[in-house]
């Protein structure tokens, strides 16, 4: 390829297009990166301006040397989709500093489309569907205007001409899109971005939930069949059975320990109901389940408890149908090994809470529905729920009893279980989230981090496993109300404090709902089009066969091809039936055109040659002549076939010198 310098203003459209690509990636890449391709663009324009020379080549190696540290340093080892993006993206930014020629514009636009299309890893919202679409138009007029002659400088035909491009590509883009099968591990690429994160963790100590509430990130959201959610104080969302305490913190149980338990046998004493899950990426494998599952969905298992785990953590947004009972007996009988694990306690430590179960059992003279009764009226006197409970410190649970009584549902959950253990009344902790807001405009459940809870299940011979929420018996609004409405109407600035952006008039309020509810419904949209595609293939085909795939794909692209080869034909058809005289002569003015000033519509052949021999000294003899005879042949009176016979060389003599330059 000849080294064709590119317009001034092609190169301020290379600038603006590599920042419009930038911008999708700017919530994950190191900020050296991104403080680094600010640096080259802003070089670039010193370049462009003047102020500055083309940078000498050690200079270029001393950046790629640092950059290329930069990113060892960031992703370590991990040469995973992140790392790749970031090292075109760095590309990208260093060819900023010597774009100059066409191929150098080439080169920096083809890799940027690719850039572009990445952001689909990262992001599955429908405003970027619709930036990258503006963005691809962008980079089609960036690719238009380097093709421009170096000294014009005109912005608007660029566009016009990108968009001509793009127009007509739409509907074949359409049909890929609803015909070509995804490229499932492609599209599966794990993601370890910081946009994969969650609150909850294997253990829980006080303090931990707590802490979540003050997020408002979304956690999940759910859709029921029939539109039906369960009553508010039925949402609760089991993730995690935590087991064993250390004196401080509730952990799951080991593998051993886990090896050791028998699946929980549920006894269903209602009808089931559906509902679907579109769970936002944790980085961690826990899935969220209405108290209880049936069964788990393809590519999951069920832990002995009857919780949902991943067989992969989340690292993208996730979709799954389950089934739920909410009336049930689960696992009426333990045997003495399983009633020896959820007794498990430390052998020393909180003295006073466990001298207290022992009072509370001898008063209710070994019922446990009486020490649960007592248990929860204990709760109901004298404690109070709020986000600030203070620090504890060694033997937490007997300060929580005795001094401070201030906690949130870990707290009550944990004291809880220690004195039922205590009272040798088996028990454990359970962590999810309970509760949710109800988004009309979908009809569906939304589920933020400050929905976390925690609350405890406790054994009874015969009915097995019970939810007991001691919560309920502190603040019952806050099982009955979502948790916003909870701390709103209690005027907790703790909590409204750590919020991030949330509208309180009523209509920003249904403003925002509307914009949530248009996110969810493109999500689902787009996490369902895999079954949806097959559903309308095997409507449209009559089935899926090998050949109708190959018949449904190569149908369109034929059409495509044919309509194109037509008009190509026909193109030439219509030159065909021109003069030969005539049109080698337009070939000389296509091809001078390219080269130099093109022939304006209101400009004579004659003035158009005479300026090109001005511009063209090498070949200023034969475009004279050429333009003497062509004034004669318009206005002499020589016969025209002679004139002809003159100027046909001449016009081959520089048509074949122009392809030559």
């Known amino acids: 390829m000849r080294h064709v310098q590119i317009s001034r203003s092609a190169v301020i459209l290379q600038l603006v297009t590599f920042v419009a690509v930038l911008l999708p990636h700017l919530n994950w890449l190191p900020i050296w990166t991104t403080l680094l391709a600010l640096a080259m663009v802003g070089a670039r324009l010193m370049i462009h301006t003047g102020r500055w020379p083309f940078p000498h080549w050690l200079i270029k190696l001393a950046l790629i040397g640092a950059g290329t540290l930069g990113l060892i340093f960031s992703f370590g080892g991990n040469a995973g989709p992140e790392a790749m993006v970031a090292l075109l993206v760095l590309g990208l930014a260093l060819k900023l500093i010597e774009i100059y020629h066409r191929r150098d514009a080439l080169i920096l636009l083809f890799v940027a489309l690719f850039v572009l299309a990445t952001a689909f890893l990262f992001h599955e919202s429908v405003w970027v569907a619709a930036y990258v679409l503006l963005v691809v138009w962008l980079l089609l007029a960036a690719l238009c205007a380097i093709h421009q002659r170096p000294g014009r400088t005109q912005w608007l035909p660029p566009f016009k001409r990108a968009f001509g491009l793009l127009l007509p590509a739409l509907p074949l883009m359409l049909v890929l899109f609803l015909l070509f099968p995804r490229l499932e591990p492609f599209w599966s690429v794990e993601i370890s971005s910081p946009r994969a994160t969650t609150g909850l963790s294997d253990s829980m100590s006080p303090g931990d939930v707590s802490d979540l509430a003050l997020s408002d990130a979304l956690a999940f959201r759910v859709s029921f069949d029939g539109n039906q959610p369960p009553a508010p104080a039925q949402r609760y969302w089991r993730a995690l059975v935590l087991s064993q305490f250390d004196g401080r913190s509730w952990r799951q149980a080991s593998p051993g320990q886990l090896s050791r338990l028998r699946e929980e046998k549920l006894i269903a004493k209602a009808e089931p109901q559906g509902y679907e899950i579109v769970m936002e990426p944790s980085g961690m494998p826990w899935l969220m389940a209405l108290d209880l599952p049936l069964a788990q969905a393809q590519g999951q298992r069920m832990t002995p408890f009857r919780t949902l785990v991943n ?35 430390p052998q020393v430590g909180n003295d006073r809470s466990r001298a207290l179960a022992r ?69 454990r902790v359970v962590t999810g989230y309970q509760g949710g807001e109800w988004n009309t405009y979908e009809n569906y459940l939304q589920l933020r981090q400050y929905d976390a809870h925690a609350w405890t299940e406790v054994w009874l011979e015969g009915a097995g496993w019970i939810r007991l929420d001691p919560t309920a018996a502190v603040a019952p609004e806050r099982i009955e109300s979502s948790t916003e409405q909870f701390f709103q109407q209690r005027g907790d600035t703790s909590f409204s404090g750590g919020r991030g952006f949330r509208l309180q008039a009523d209509w920003a309020r249904q403003l925002q709902l509307r914009y949530e509810a248009f996110n969810f419904a493109w999500h689902r949209w787009v996490l369902n089009y895999q079954s949806q595609q097959t559903d309308l293939l095997k409507d449209w085909l009559g089935g899926l066969d090998y050949w109708r795939m190959i018949l449904a794909l190569m149908l369109p692209a034929t059409a495509v091809v044919a ?55 090498e070949q200023q003899g034969r475009l004279e002549q050429l333009a003497r005879l062509d004034e004669r042949q318009r206005y002499a009176r020589d016969s025209d076939q002679q004139l002809r016979q003159q100027m046909l060389p001449l016009v081959d003599q520089l048509l074949r010198a122009a392809r030559e330059r």
Not at 376 to 393: A, K, Q
Not at 403 to 418: D, I, P
Not at 576 to 584: S, Y
């Open 311 to 345: 067989n992969a953590p989340l690292e993208r947004r996730t979709q799954y149908r389950l089934e739920s009972v909410q009336d049930y007996r689960l696992q009426p009988l333990l045997t003495q090994q399983e009633q020896q694990h959820y007794l498990q306690l």
């Open 359 to 427: 009072q509370w059992q001898q008063d209710s003279n070994g019922e446990p529905e009486l020490f649960i009764r007592q248990l929860m009226n204990h709760f109901n006197r004298d404690f109070e729920y709020t986000l600030t409970p203070g620090v504890l410190g060694r033997d937490g649970i007997d300060q929580f009893l005795f001094q401070t009584r201030r906690g949130y549902c870990e707290h009550f959950a944990g004291a809880s279980t220690f004195l039922l253990r205590s009272a040798g009344i088996p028990a």
């Open 563 to 617: 309509a194109v080869m037509g008009w190509q034909l026909r193109q030439r058809l219509r030159a065909g039936r021109k003069d030969p005289f005539e049109r080698r002569l337009q070939r000389l003015q296509a091809v001078l055109g390219q080269q130099f000033e093109p022939r304006q519509p209101c400009q004579s052949l004659t003035g158009w040659l005479r300026v090109l021999a001005t511009q063209w000294p």
